[in-house]
Nanobody
């Protein structure tokens, strides 16, 4: 049984920082892409950031580029998202996802999902 558990969400003022973490259990994803997506109320779930199996390739949505950093520690089976200079429009539920592919930014390529952690940025 694959399980992804997110942590680190919360309420922060605009301009502040948060660090999200995702712990994987049930199988290893060392050779597989992992990513963060987010979903605001009434909107589609959208891509935020992805990292390849080896960690050597990353990609970000234009809206977060330069502010967010994705990283992974395969030995600990964790992936993190450091979020700086947060804006009210970053408010959403953030989801960790794991793919069977080596790298992808497409939501359809992600097979495993966490339950989500809420990030709220006040103005």
């Amino acid at each position: 049984q694959v399980q992804l558990v997110e942590s680190g969400g919360g309420l922060v003022q605009a301009g502040g920082s948060l660090r999200l973490s995702c712990a994987a259990s049930g199988r290893t994803f060392n050779n597989n892409a992992m990513a963060w997506f987010r979903q605001a109320p009434g909107q589609e779930r959208e891509f935020v950031a992805a990292i390849s199996g080896g960690g050597g390739t990353t990609q970000y949505a234009d809206s977060v580029k330069g502010r967010f950093t994705i990283s992974r520690e395969n030995a600990k089976r964790t992936v993190s998202l450091q979020m700086n200079s947060l804006k009210p429009e970053d408010t959403a539920a953030y989801y960790c996802a794991a793919s069977k592919a080596f790298f992808s930014v497409s939501r359809d390529r992600y097979d495993y999902w966490g339950q989500g952690t809420q990030v709220t940025v006040s103005s």
